[in-house]
């Protein structure tokens, strides 16, 4: 499958789009990698053998309804030109990512993330900060904890000594080897997407009608969630969704010969899993990009037209929302 | 059989346990010859003896133990190490193997892997080093019903080449491939495979274009087992699946006690409903194929 008619490089002076996503970070903490593995399905083991070049222009890469993530250069090339255009941190539906490589020294980049804060922030007092503290995987659980609590705590307090507002700022654990990057990254276009709150509310009440255990909206390419109800998410719950639907993307190519992502068509896939235990899983298409992935019992799952006839209702208001 | 290093445990871990071609990296070199029984379709059980390939055991084998080594053989798995150094002593290996089973096994059926196939990567280059052993052990392979694979346990040519070897062994396949035929036929389905339970190998299917679908099917097997893995990491073991759209529906449902059925219908008229009413009907019947041999030999 080929993804680069996505991408385009698009100059510094180009507008941005509306809904966006910047990620930003010094040269070499692993943004362009996070974009490669999320938006071009690279796997992660082939992304460590290739040499990417740096970053000379941001890249555009298209999400789901109407969101932009923006891959810029490293922050010290983007120094040279004279620092970030305060501009592109306005408006409403702007988010920044800030990538920081946890297996090198953080000061630098820390400092580099305070001066863009103070810009950003100046633009727009409500842009929602997600820090990245990426490349976790060489970490043992208690240097992760460690490396968090660190760089949390100093973040913090240097956003206190200058009085910034840091209401807004989130942390995140994570690495291209497992599930926490896309988990990560639905965390933070969740908060985007319109009517974020109703979508929720609409997957609360479909879980609590079919019983069910838990649904996350998402896009079947990316695996990103846009939505989900809001009962806590297990990360190895969500992990083992991706990997169903990775499998059944590979075994509908095998035997039909075509995914369920024709791109023209909604074809009204469907699909269920069971397990040897009490859990079952089912996945309705919503449209073309998007599938309800829902989790529960067995007992609800077998009465599945009920389960059925719900998805479709539901499916249905999403689709309005979303148009 | 095959000399240290060439990945004789390595392929009977990848494919009788759940290891991974990564989980290979920690095998030690194996202590003499280690015995495993692997239940395999109903009532053939297989014995695999797992020969150390370090000098100090094949001289034994080949000298006092040749008869109980080679005695009672109903297949040898010969597996030439690609990267083999002095290719000349690695025939002279084979021979010796060959005219202790002419002595001892003289019906053996003799397969020989062409092993780590997958350290050449052009696709022209691999043909053309299959054909060049296939030529040279041919040569030396008198008397003995033998076939050459080339294989790796980084792709699905190992099970390519376990598929093959475990289908010559079902005694009753002839029978179980005409049913399965007609299974497909009746409920309008356009393929239907079998594979084992625990191995996931390709049993028989039903498709008759066989170079093209059954790489396809080794791929399914590959994807299923993989998935089978994620499930176990939740404690959630896997079951079945089923995908339907406007299309076509796809079905992999346990089967018999050791089988499972993959049934793909591309039909749109044929309702997925059916078809499963049509598995599950089917299953009892060839309860009795699959499981248990004599019932229809
Ligand atoms: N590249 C590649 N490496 C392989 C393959 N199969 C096995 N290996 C590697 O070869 C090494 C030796 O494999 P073993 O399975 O222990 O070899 P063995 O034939 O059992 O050796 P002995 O027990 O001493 O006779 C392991 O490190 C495997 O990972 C293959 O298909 N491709
Ligand atoms: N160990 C580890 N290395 C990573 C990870 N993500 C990226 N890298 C490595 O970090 C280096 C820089 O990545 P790149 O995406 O080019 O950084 P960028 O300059 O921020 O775009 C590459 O050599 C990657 O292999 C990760 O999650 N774990
Ligand atoms: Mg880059
Ligand atoms: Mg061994």
Known sequence: MSDTDLTQGSQLSEPLADRRILV????RSGKTCIMQLIFEDKNPYDLMDQLIPPTMVRTAYDMISGITVYDFPGIEDLADVGGPDPEIFVGPNTSLVYVIDAQNEA????????ALIRVALAANPALPVNVFIHKIDGLSEELKMETQQGIQQRVLKNMGFESLDSSNVQFFLTTVFTETIREAMSRVSLRMV??????????????SKSSLDKVFLLDVRSKIYLATDSSPTDPQLYQFACKTIDTIGDISMLCAGLGPERDDEVVMQRTVVTMDTNMRLFMYQ?????SLLCLGPSAVVKQ?????????????AIRQILQ | MGRSGAGKTSMRSVIFTNYTAHDTRRLGATIDVEHSTVQFMGDLSLNIWDCGGQHKYLDNYLNEQKENIFGNVEVLIYVFDLETTNQESEYE?????LQNLGL??????????VHKIDKILDDDMKAQTIARYERAIKKRTKGFDMEVFGTSIWDHTIYRAWSRIVYKLIPNMATIERHLRNFCELTEASEVVLFERATFLVVCHTTVDETQSLNRYMNVSQAIKDYRRTCQAVQAPF????????????FVEPFTKSTYILVITTDPEVEPAVTKANINAARSHFVKLADNSEVLQ
């Open chain 1, 194 to 207: 319109p009517r974020c709150d109703y979508l929720e509310s609409l997957l609360n009440s479909f879980c």
């Open chain 2, 239 to 250: 079951h079945s699946m089923e995908v339907r759209n406007r299309y076509y529906s796809i």
């Open chain 1, 304 to 316: 599945q037209s009920l389960l059925e006839f719900n998805a479709a209702k539901v499916a249905k």
């Open chain 2, 104 to 113: 001892y096994s003289r019906d053996a059926k003799v397969y020989c892997l």
């Open chain 1, 107 to 114: 000061g630098k980049s820390l400092a580099e993330l305070l």
């Open chain 1, 286 to 290: 919503v449209n073309l990009e998007l």
């Open chain 1, 24 to 27: 930003m970070g010094m040269p």
């Open chain 2, 93 to 97: 290996l084979y021979d010796e193997c």
